[in-house]
């Protein structure tokens, strides 16, 4: 027999179930999931307008303070926002997927535990994914899939900086079916953040700062919440399917 014929048969990653499922939970805990994002959304805003100013921020045309450098820094905001963000939500998206009832209030702990190693890699991530994405947006992607899941397994694992490591090990020979999973839910945040830009862009064309700020956070949340539901979803899956180990085991870390 030929090691190819030894070799255990390739299980799908089920990309087309991953986002129905993300879809389902986004739309049925809508209030709780925008309401849990909105905090490290506003404080994103806050952080990137301090850093780079709220008129590159909050609106739709290039302005005198934008720049790459001042892009670079918005995106690593943006990541780091995503990373809390998922952190937040990962016991939300396991109860709603076993319909058990949502405690938002049970889930700040985990969450606020693992913040700071989460923080730092989630920086460290974002940097990796520009240097890959200075030669194509391919490579940039694929290093984006390989560390995918870091967020869930730091805060369900416990592994504090290790959790690179532990989703380069679980996204292997799954990479290209969660760029897949990642770009689809990314276009339909996008399309969020465009709306959000909108309104942030009209409010700021009428002086009014605060409003284009809240206004931002809050549709972005949506965005950011369906991305860490996704996320979520796909570390449990690949957990299933390597491991063996079902969403209510992996739920049961939390009890």
Request: aromatic share 10%.
């Amino acid at each position: 027999m030929t090691q190819q014929a030894s070799e255990e048969p390739h299980i799908p990653l089920g990309v087309g179930s991953l986002i129905k499922d993300s879809f389902s939970i986004l739309f049925r805990y809508f209030f709780p999931i925008v309401l849990i994002a909105f905090v490290p959304s506003l404080l994103g805003v806050l952080l990137a307008g301090y850093l780079v100013g709220f008129d590159t921020v909050l609106s739709l045309e290039e302005t005198e303070a934008s720049s790459s450098g001042a892009d670079a820094l918005v995106n690593i905001v943006d990541l780091v926002v995503y990373s809390i963000t998922t952190a937040l939500l990962v016991q939300l998206a396991y109860d709603a997927k076993l319909k058990k009832p949502i405690r938002p209030a049970k889930y700040v702990g985990p969450a606020l535990s693992a913040i700071f190693p989460i923080t730092i890699l989630g920086i460290l991530v974002s940097l990796l994914i520009g240097l890959a994405a200075l030669a194509l947006i391919i490579p940039g992607l694929w290093v984006y899939a390989v560390f995918s899941v870091m967020e869930p397994a730091v805060v369900i694992e416990r592994l504090g900086f290790k959790g690179l490591g532990r989703s380069e090990k679980l996204t292997k020979n799954y990479r290209w079916p969660i760029v897949g999973a990642l770009a689809l839910g990314w276009v339909c945040a996008l399309i969020v953040i465009v709306v959000a830009l909108g309104i942030s862009d009209y409010a700021m064309s009428s002086d009014m700062l605060l409003v284009a700020t809240l206004s931002y956070a809050a549709f972005t949340s949506v965005g950011t919440g369906l991305l860490s539901i996704l996320t979520a979803l796909i570390y449990a899956r690949l957990r299933e399917i390597k491991e063996g180990v079902s969403v209510d085991q992996i739920a049961a870390v939390f009890d």
